[in-house]
């Protein structure tokens, strides 16, 4: 799981910006950032199963 995180952000990372103008453009860059953050963080994360609880675990205070 933790492995398509890593694909994920690479993904988002690496996908370029469609023809979009003025607003749409900035809402498409802005939402494409927070999508990388969101799967780098998650990649990052210590994975533990527990009776069938997936825990992932996120070191907030790294930098």
């Known amino acids: ?6 694909e994920r952000a690479r993904a ?3 996908r370029g910006v469609p023809p979009l103008e003025g607003d749409d453009r900035k809402r498409y860059i802005e939402q494409a950032q927070l999508d ?3 799967f780098a963080m998650l990649a990052d ?3 533990s199963l527990d009776e069938g609880v997936l ?3 996120v070191d907030l205070r790294k930098g």
């Open 12 to 14: 988002v990372r690496s």
């Open 55 to 57: 825990t992932l675990r």
């Open 45 to 47: 994360a210590e994975a």
């Open 1 to 6: 799981m933790l492995v398509r995180f890593r």
């Open 36 to 38: 990388y953050q969101d």
